[in-house]
Every structure is written in C-alpha cells, then in structure tokens.
C-alpha cells in the first residue's frame, strides 16, 4: 500500500511537471499537528533547511508551485527525522508531498503528523540551513520500521521546542498542551486565514 501511495505521487508530480514548468519557491509553508492534544501549528521550513516539531526534524530538499496559468498546486520534496527515547534517529518520511492532496503521501508516525500547505518566498533565517555535509548526514539515517515498536513517550517532547522565534506577537500553548513547547511568530504566516482555530 505503502509503495502503491509513492508511486501515485510521483506520477502525479510528474505530471505537473510535464505540464508547465513549475516555480521554485524558497520555503515550504507547512501544518503539523499534535495528535495527542490535538493542536496544530503553522510552520515554515526554508529549502535546505531544518526545523523541529516536537521530536520531528523536518527537513525540505525542494518547493515548487504551478505558474498562474495552472491549477493551483504544491510540490515539496521532504525529509522528515524522528529522534526517540532511545537516543537515536530516524527517518520516518522522504518524499513529494502535494498540498492538493495531502493523504497521496503521508506521514505515518503514532504522534505527529505534518503536511504541505503551499511553496512561498519569504525572507530565510540563515540559521536554519544546513551544510551539503548536514543534509548528506540526515540522508544517511536508517528508516523507521513502525510496525515494529520504536521508543516513543509523550514525556520527552517536554524537554523540545518546535521552534523558538524571537518576536513579540508570540503564542504560547495553554495548559491542555504542556507536554509540547510551542512558539510562533504571526510575521511567519503568509495568510492566517488559512489556519483553522486550533484553541478552544
């Protein structure tokens, strides 16, 4: 089932691509959720770029959208890490995610979950890049086998924050989500209208 999805997606992918020359965009504007107290967040990944959500590291290798003749879609290669309990990392995600259709191709993971809203371009915290060598190591990692049962406990996403942006709009998670530190900065939203409410 799993490969049947890859597949799809590449196809479709391909498909845009045989169309029209996508346009390259220099950050990936994404959702990920908490599964657990069912919380979800806006982040902004930059291409060739990483950024933590809760024990995910998310990576994004490329973003492409369709010109404005085109049916509106998004394209983004992604490499998503999970560090567990055990003190090791794997890759859990790798792969063309589609905003257009986000279950093509998703994340399977039994906490979080994260998916592709659209490709933007935004001013790009240097940061936040990784070396040729940074993105070659987090290539290297061994794949999660999730039928089998890899060390995951609510508890040690206490100790990691999504990601912290210095900006005085910040938002912080009420009691309900104290397992997971969230900080987000509204400047990184390109239409917030585009997110759901999230608290009750």
Same mark, same amino acid.
Request: proline share 4%; net charge negative; with cysteine.
């Given at each position: ?8 997606? @590449? ?36 291409? @060739? @770029?990483?950024?933590?959500? @809760? ?146």
């Amino acid at each position: 089932m799993k490969i049947n999805k890859l597949l799809i997606g @590449g196809l479709l992918v391909w498909s845009s691509l045989a169309q029209a020359e996508n346009i390259t965009k220099n950050t990936a504007q994404m959702q990920a959720m908490d599964k657990i107290t069912g919380r979800v967040s806006m982040i902004n990944v930059p291409v @060739g @770029g990483m950024v933590k959500f @809760g024990t995910f590291s998310i990576v994004v290798r490329d973003c492409q959208t369709r010109p404005a003749e085109e049916a509106p879609d998004n394209f983004a290669f992604v490499d998503i890490s999970d560090n567990t309990l055990d003190g090791k990392e794997y890759n859990v995600f790798k792969g063309w995610m589609i905003s257009s259709s986000p279950a093509t191709n998703a994340v399977e993971h039994p906490i979080y979950d994260a998916w592709l809203i659209k490709c933007i371009d935004k001013k790009v915290d240097k940061s936040l890049l990784l070396s040729e060598a940074e993105l070659a190591k987090h290539d290297s990692l061994p794949k999660s086998d999730l039928n089998e049962k890899t060390p995951h406990n609510k508890e040690n996403t206490k100790q990691i924050n999504v990601m912290e942006y210095e900006n005085e709009n910040t938002e912080m998670g009420d009691s309900a989500s104290q397992n997971m530190v969230f900080e987000m900065d509204e400047e990184n939203i390109e239409n917030p209208e585009d997110i759901s409410e999230t608290n009750d």
